[in-house]
């Protein structure tokens, strides 16, 4: 009886051993699968850091994007405005011009017709026509005057647009 309870004791002792090695592999597995998720999160946790970074950077950039778009847009309209202000001032120009070559062709007109006439005897005639060519000489000169004005404005906006085309292609060019 005593080898029987010696073998049972024994028996209950492997049972329990067995029993105490289960559960030592059952921690360790469960010890080896927590730390393998730990290392998945941290992982995981510096994944979304890094696209968060990314996110924040491309949101950045973006918005630089926007801006910069937003001006440009700007300045396009205040361009637009500039050039339809300067077409106006054009026309303007243009239309004193027209009217003074007119006015000039008229005076040249009335002058050939009166030196047809015979005007040295009438002193009337010969004045109003003294007038005329003087008024002929200063509408000409006017003439002239608005000419060279015209040709130094156009000179003037061509060189402010070669300007503002070199600022532009520097302004890309730029390294920024």
Partial sequence: MEKEYFWRILKEHK????????????LERREKLLQQRRALNDSERRKLHHDRKMNARATLEQKKADESMLRLA????????????????????????????????QMRGALKTMEHMDVDEDVDAKKKMDEIKQNLEEKEQEFD?????HQALVVKERRNNDEVQEARIMKHIKPG
Wanted: proline share 0%; aromatic share 0%.
């Fill in 15 to 26: 049972e329990a051993a067995s029993q105490l090695e289960d559960q030592r592999k059952e």
């Fill in 74 to 105: 700007e300045e396009q309209k205040n361009q637009k405005e500039s050039l339809r202000k300067k077409i106006i001032q054009l026309e303007k120009e243009l239309e004193k011009k027209q009217a003074l070559e007119l006015e000039i062709e």
């Fill in 145 to 149: 005057d608005v000419e060279v004005l």
